[in-house]
């Protein structure tokens, strides 16, 4: 049950856009298509803004997007906002009912 | 509007042991597979456990197995964890999370979790 492993940071000017990678293993990323992203504004209740690689809730909005290749998925932020800045975590199913989450990225928007 | 609300979180020895609670409304909670996400200190997000919608099937992450036990109460609308043989690493944050397509689709605020003497 090894951490997903995610860059430390990124960064954009507003308008921009920026990519986060998770690159986790044929256990877990590249075996299943259960992917999923979190933005997490400190002090606040994370917030799910992709499922299933690919799939927004209802309220995210078009500027989030999801793909995975082979053993790492990414997170693609268009359009970059102020409000967009926060930790981004990237969590897959990793079989047996377990689950696992990445290591974090602290988004900054310059 | 679907609420996760946590307590019992708070200040207890190394070895010693607490059970968090987590009262959920505005959604059939006996319809929802339930999981406990940890965050310590300045730390990522971590996968604890999670229980299926009756109760009969468990599963945790390695840090916790044999040490922590999750649970449920349909009738009440309320998860728990037991811990026990607590570490000063799990010293933590521990956020209640209703499941959703092998994914965590709604979070209560947490609950502090210190372990200390």
């Known amino acids: 049950q090894s951490a997903l492993t995610q860059p430390p940071s990124a960064s954009g000017s507003p308008g921009q856009s920026v990519t986060i990678s998770c690159t986790g293993t044929s256990s877990d990323v590249g075996g299943y298509n259960y992917v999923s992203w979190y933005q997490h504004h400190p002090g606040k209740a994370p917030k799910l803004m992709i499922y299933e690689v690919s799939k927004r809730p209802s309220g995210v909005p078009d500027r989030f997007s999801g793909s995975k290749s082979g053993n790492t998925a990414s997170l693609t932020v268009s359009g970059l906002q102020a409000e967009d800045e926060a930790d981004y975590y990237c969590s897959s199913y990793a079989g047996r009912n377990n689950f696992v989450f990445g290591t974090g990225t602290k988004v900054t928007v310059l | 509007e679907v609420q996760l609300v946590e307590s019992g979180g708070g200040l207890v020895q190394p070895g010693g042991s607490l059970r968090l609670s987590c009262a959920a409304s505005g959604f059939t909670f006996s319809s929802y597979w339930m999981h406990w996400v940890r965050q310590a200190p300045g730390k990522g997000l971590v996968w604890v456990s999670r229980?299926?919608?009756?109760?009969?099937?468990?599963s945790y992450a390695d840090s916790v197995k044999g040490r922590f036990t999750i649970s449920r109460d349909n009738a009440k609308n309320t998860l728990y964890l037991q811990m026990s043989s607590l570490r000063a690493e799990d010293t933590a944050v521990f956020y209640c999370v209703r499941g959703f397509s092998n994914a965590f689709d709604n979070w209560g605020q947490g609950t502090l979790v210190t372990v200390s003497s």
């Open positions: 229980i299926n919608t009756d109760g009969s099937s468990t």
